[in-house]
């Protein structure tokens, strides 16, 4: 859990925005970029976006996290598409200033550490990788992924895995490799062996 400055509904700036007001109410998509005003992450951030009807239909909340401020984030959802922005994202944006919450989900590009003269240094680069978290409605982290800055993210398979994690909780099936909704899942025996099970 975490309290951060955030824009909500694009536009809003607000001091103390909480994972805690989730708990007991919706999962949340948190996902992690490395900065404001770039390339590949207005593609993942938009993505979110498009999508984010299909996760609210699953009443799964998606939040985006960096280390820029607040006032950059405004200033990005207030900037045209065409001219390089993300108008038009209505999900909250956290901005993770003093860099504790991407160091807290292990998704900090580096460390701070002390040098020869005894001066405090960083080590690496002081933002966050493009890590994506599912977090459930008790708080725990159920999935997790985490990709190097160059690397876009595949936000439907994002959904797929809310889709599988909801599956596990209402049938007590386990998802094989490339599961997708309305596929075969598998049953888990006591014997360690998997058997199929249609969902059909």
């Known amino acids: 859990m975490f309290t951060a400055p955030a824009v909500l509904k694009g536009n809003d700036i607000v001091e103390s925005f909480s994972l ?3 708990i007991g109410k919706q999962e949340v ?3 992690f970029y ?3 005003f770039t390339f590949v ?3 993942e951030i938009l993505a ?3 999508l984010l009807p299909e996760f609210e239909k699953r009443n799964v909340a998606v939040i985006g996290v960096s280390t820029d401020t607040e006032e950059s984030h405004w200033a990005w959802l207030n900037t045209p598409k065409n001219q390089g922005g993300i108008q ?3 999900y909250p944006m956290v901005a993770d200033v003093d860099k504790t919450v991407s160091a807290n989900y292990g998704v900090l590009g580096g460390d701070y550490d002390y040098n020869e003269a005894g ?3 960083f080590e690496g680069a002081a933002i966050a990788y493009r890590g994506t978290f599912l977090i459930d409605k008790e708080g725990i982290v159920r999935h997790e992924y985490v990709n190097f800055f160059s690397l876009g993210r595949n936000i439907p398979d994002t959904l797929r895995m809310v889709d599988a994690w909801h599956h596990t909780l209402e049938h007590g099936e386990v998802c094989p490799a490339n599961w997708e909704e309305g596929k075969d899942a598998m049953e888990a025996t006591h014997d ?3 058997k199929y099970l249609s969902t059909h």
């Open 20 to 22: 805690e007001q989730f």
């Open 29 to 31: 998509i948190l996902f």
């Open 34 to 36: 490395p900065k404001d």
């Open 41 to 43: 992450c207005p593609t």
């Open 48 to 50: 979110f976006q498009e």
């Open 88 to 90: 038009g994202v209505t």
């Open 119 to 121: 001066e405090l240094v």
């Open 192 to 194: 360690g062996v998997a």
